[in-house]
């Protein structure tokens, strides 16, 4: 009997501590480091595709953004993506409501999150507001978030956003902010009054800042 239940207390004693390790593992959320408010970054990548289950692409050849961090936890911010000479469904001349032709304009706020802890993975969340975009004559809606993953160092990083099959993201979702595990990445698209279609992000670039930042996890 005294064996058994020294068996238990230590059984109760390892699960405490894989307990004690999880929360570590997930206590610090990823945060750029100094990660001042203000700290602005710019980007300029190549060709960004949104690809629906069933209706089409919308494809971008270039687009070029802005953000900086905000608030104190060094792990929020803003974002401005400048979709350029685009085309949706195979129509050329695309654009968001008040915007050029063929000129997407997105804004939005991102979150820093953990992907993998081994090995470590750095994930970026983009929340966008909802997205207007006429072409020849059609409206298109594009809402949700969609999640890629971040890495460099010093003043060069480079984010990444994969599907693994038409409409599907390749991350799923990630954890922030001590372990809150973030819902299920969604990005919609929906033409007119349509049932929306489940999309996926895919594209790939550098982004610099201004100062030095340290991505610490």
């Known amino acids: 009997m005294r064996r058994l239940t020294m068996m238990i207390a230590a059984a109760a004693m390892a699960i405490v501590a894989m307990g004690a390790i999880t929360a570590t593992a997930f206590a610090e959320a990823p945060e750029f ?3 001042t408010a203000g700290q602005k970054y710019t980007g300029s990548n190549g060709e960004a595709i949104l ?12 687009n070029k953004e802005t953000g900086e961090v905000t608030g104190t936890n060094h792990k929020e911010g803003i974002i401005t993506i400048d979709f350029e000479t685009c ?16 000129i997407i304009l997105v804004h939005g706020t991102t979150l ?6 081994s090995p470590l993975e750095v ?9 207007h975009i006429e072409v020849a004559g059609k409206l298109l809606l ?3 978030w969609v999640i890629g993953k971040i890495s460099g160092s010093g003043k060069s990083y480079t984010t990444n956003f994969e599907q693994s099959s038409t409409g599907v993201q390749k991350i799923k979702n990630c954890v922030s902010n001590s372990g809150t595990k973030e819902k299920e990445e969604t990005l919609l698209t929906s033409e007119g009054t349509g049932t929306p279609e489940k999309s ?10 201004e100062v030095s930042q340290e991505l610490m996890s």
């Open 51 to 62: 690809a629906t289950e069933k209706k089409g692409t919308i494809e971008c050849k270039t």
């Open 123 to 131: 994930g970026i969340v983009i929340h966008p507001e909802e997205v």
């Open 112 to 117: 820093l999150c953990t992907i993998n802890t």
């Open 87 to 102: 085309k949706a469904f195979a129509i050329i001349g695309a654009h968001s409501l008040g915007d050029k032709e063929n």
């Open 200 to 209: 996926s992000q895919t594209g790939k670039g550098p982004i610099g800042f």
């Open 142 to 144: 594009v809402k949700g």
């Open 33 to 35: 480091l100094p990660g």
